[in-house]
């Protein structure tokens, strides 16, 4: 786990080098498709919405371990953030963040019918959403969404 300013994470790049990321098999298309909302140059944020149990976070790992094979993609850092953790984020903290693709898995079980810590997020990332170098994806339920 890294600091970035306070700001508690796993580096992504780091787990896939030592082999702590799980395998994913299959899932081309949609691995196809987070790249494609990656390399946008506007509206390059996703959402990875399925049930409990679906393999949200298997394939958000498994695309970051694809990405880290990839030459373009190798001065990217791939970062995760615990849901748990946001109500400590700060602006400032969030400032210092390298280029890289944000993780945030169960978004919504922390952020569901939750409206302060909302309007919060919004304003502590709303600076890091209009970065053109940072990419956001969290993970939900339907029922979050």
């Known amino acids: 786990m890294g600091n970035f300013k306070k700001i508690h994470y796993y580096d992504l790049r ?10 994913l098999v299959g899932r081309k298309e949609e691995i196809a ?30 695309w970051i371990s694809h990405l ?7 001065n990217l850092q791939f970062i995760q953030l615990e849901a748990e953790d946001l ?19 169960d978004f919504g079980h922390v952020a569901y019918e939750n ?6 997020l919004r304003k502590v990332m709303s600076r ?8 956001v994806v969290l993970a939900l339920q339907p029922r979050e969404y």
Do not use: M, Q, W
């Open 128 to 135: 890091v959403l209009h970065r053109p170098d940072i990419r």
């Open 115 to 120: 409206a302060i810590l909302i309007n919060r």
């Open 33 to 62: 498709r987070l790249t494609r909302i990656l390399n946008r140059r506007i509206r390059n944020n996703s959402l990875i919405i399925a049930p409990s149990g679906a393999g949200k976070t298997t394939l958000a790992y498994g």
């Open 87 to 105: 109500n400590n984020l700060s602006s400032e903290a969030l400032s210092s963040l390298p280029p890289s693709v944000l993780f945030i898995d």
């Open 68 to 74: 880290c094979r990839e030459a373009e993609y190798k």
């Open 14 to 23: 780091r787990e896939n080098e030592l082999g702590r990321l799980p395998t």
